[in-house]
């Protein structure tokens, strides 16, 4: 025999001296005629075993004339005094014991039957053949039935067991305390372990995906940058294709734009030179600064067959206000003027021509000469 089957033996060997029975009985002039055994001896009707728990009911001392049922409560191991929960029954609709689902896996064995009228014999019985693990302090076992009235009527009995000298049995629920003391801390350092481990997969995760990220961020500005790149390719492309190089001389391309010399020379007629230009995808020149004048002027004098080429700059509207034709902006203040001008000689120079002479001059408009385009590429 194992240790702590021989310690709950001993137990409940001493157990039976100490026996408390308080006998609590209700209904209208029932007398108390429960008894319940719990012992480590044999009933005449009940298996031997470990722990054996005996209800009985002699209905001749009790108003009882019909026992309807008989359950067995044992007191909840960790719960308030008082607490019970239920461990068997047996009712005389069935006559078959039950256990209850807690106890359906313990080696119990069940018996009892409810007398039926005017038999003065009823019990219910429980044997247990293995150890079990803990004790109920208390055991209660209720009757309920009817009287000679055939009104309802209950009467119970509770059992408390207290033990002299643990010994043993105080031990082993000692070694069961540190054992579940121990068994927790290894579950939470496992948890623990469990849980950093996890936490440096998942920054290492965190790593991986923002590394994957950040290549992938590069190579979507990778591509967004040829993808500009192409895209100002096909417009230079296109825009380049729509010039009309019958009619023009084309510069090179100086900060996005490319600018177009007329290659014949006519008599200046600032709209219809401006449709021209229009018609190859610009407009008649406009000088956003010097430099900008300073490049259309090396490029008209490298282009030649004219020492006047026309712009877009003018004051036909209002004498002295100079703006472009196209836009209407004010024509920004220029170095290339050539000296006194512009003078409105003859009291009829509206337009501004690149004087290859001498550089920036007001003339009349009508006087001939080729005209220079800008167009904006991108």
């Given at each position: 025999?194992?240790?702590?089957?021989?310690?709950?033996?001993?137990?409940?060997?001493?157990?039976?001296?100490?026996?408390?029975?308080?006998?609590?009985?209700?209904?209208?002039?029932?007398?108390?005629?429960?008894?319940?055994?719990?012992?480590?001896?044999?009933?005449?009707?009940?298996?031997?075993?470990?722990?054996?728990?005996?209800?009985?009911?002699?209905?001749?001392?009790?108003?009882?004339?019909?026992?309807?049922?008989?359950?067995?409560?044992?007191?909840?191991?960790?719960?308030?005094?008082?607490?019970?929960?239920?461990?068997?029954l047996v009712d005389m609709w069935s006559q078959s014991p039950k256990l209850t689902s807690d106890l359906e896996d313990a080696d119990v064995v069940i018996s009892g039957k409810t007398g039926p009228e005017n038999?003065?014999?009823?019990?219910?019985?429980?044997?247990?053949?293995?150890?079990?693990?803990?004790?109920?302090?208390?055991?209660?076992?209720?009757?309920?039935?009817?009287?000679?009235?055939?009104?309802?009527?209950?009467?119970?009995?509770?059992?408390?067991?207290?033990?002299?000298?643990?010994?043993?049995?105080?031990?082993?629920?000692?070694?069961?305390?540190?054992?579940?003391?121990?068994?927790?801390?290894?579950?939470?350092?496992?948890?623990?372990?469990?849980?950093?481990?996890?936490?440096?997969?998942?920054?290492?995760?965190?790593?991986?995906?923002?590394?994957?990220?950040?290549?992938?961020?590069?190579?979507?500005?990778?591509?967004?940058?040829?993808?500009?790149?192409?895209?100002?390719?096909?417009?230079?492309?296109?825009?380049?294709?729509?010039?009309?190089?019958?009619?023009?001389?084309?510069?090179?391309?100086?900060?996005?734009?490319?600018?177009?010399?007329?290659?014949?020379?006519?008599?200046?007629?600032?709209?219809?030179?401006?449709?021209?230009?229009?018609?190859?995808?610009?407009?008649?020149?406009?000088?956003?600064?010097?430099?900008?004048?300073?490049?259309?002027?090396?490029?008209?004098?490298?282009?030649?067959?004219?020492?006047?080429?026309w712009t877009g700059a003018n004051d036909i509207e209002r004498e002295g206000h100079f703006v472009y034709f196209n836009s209407k902006k004010p024509v920004p203040t220029l170095t290339a003027w050539s000296s006194?001008?512009?003078?409105?000689?003859?009291?009829?120079?509206?337009?501004?021509?690149?004087?290859?002479?001498?550089?920036?001059?007001?003339?009349?408009?009508?006087?001939?000469?080729?005209?220079?385009?800008?167009?904006?590429?991108?």
């Amino acid at each position: 025999m194992s240790e702590r089957a021989a310690c709950f033996q001993n137990y409940l060997l001493m157990a039976m001296i100490v026996l408390i029975v308080t006998f609590v009985t209700s209904g209208k002039g029932a007398t108390p005629a429960i008894n319940l055994d719990v012992s480590h001896t044999n009933d005449p009707t009940t298996p031997s075993g470990l722990l054996v728990v005996n209800c009985s009911v002699d209905a001749n001392l009790t108003d009882m004339v019909t026992v309807a049922s008989l359950t067995v409560f044992g007191s909840k191991p960790y719960g308030n005094q008082g607490e019970f929960d239920e461990l068997a029954l047996v009712d005389m609709w069935s006559q078959s014991p039950k256990l209850t689902s807690d106890l359906e896996d313990a080696d119990v064995v069940i018996s009892g039957k409810t007398g039926p009228e005017n038999d003065s014999h009823s019990y219910l019985a429980m044997s247990w053949n293995s150890p079990t693990p803990g004790y109920r302090q208390y055991y209660k076992c209720v009757a309920n039935g009817l009287d000679h009235q055939r009104q309802g009527v209950s009467i119970a009995t509770t059992v408390k067991i207290e033990i002299l000298n643990g010994g043993c049995c105080e031990k082993m629920d000692s070694i069961d305390s540190q054992l579940r003391e121990v068994t927790e801390k290894v579950g939470n350092t496992c948890t623990a372990k469990t849980a950093a481990a996890l936490t440096g997969q998942v920054k290492n995760l965190h790593s991986k995906i923002e590394a994957l990220d950040s290549k992938i961020e590069g190579e979507i500005e990778a591509l967004a940058s040829k993808l500009e790149t192409f895209q100002q390719n096909q417009n230079l492309h296109f825009k380049m294709m729509a010039i009309d190089k019958g009619s023009f001389d084309v510069s090179d391309i100086s900060k996005g734009r490319v600018y177009l010399a007329s290659k014949a020379q006519a008599a200046f007629n600032i709209g219809a030179a401006n449709q021209a230009c229009k018609s190859s995808g610009g407009h008649l020149v406009e000088f956003d600064d010097d430099e900008e004048y300073q490049f259309v002027y090396d490029f008209a004098t490298r282009t030649g067959g004219a020492n006047t080429f026309w712009t877009g700059a003018n004051d036909i509207e209002r004498e002295g206000h100079f703006v472009y034709f196209n836009s209407k902006k004010p024509v920004p203040t220029l170095t290339a003027w050539s000296s006194g001008q512009p003078d409105n000689a003859d009291g009829s120079e509206d337009c501004i021509e690149i004087r290859l002479t001498f550089g920036l001059n007001d003339w009349i408009c009508s006087q001939t000469g080729k005209f220079v385009c800008e167009v904006e590429l991108y």
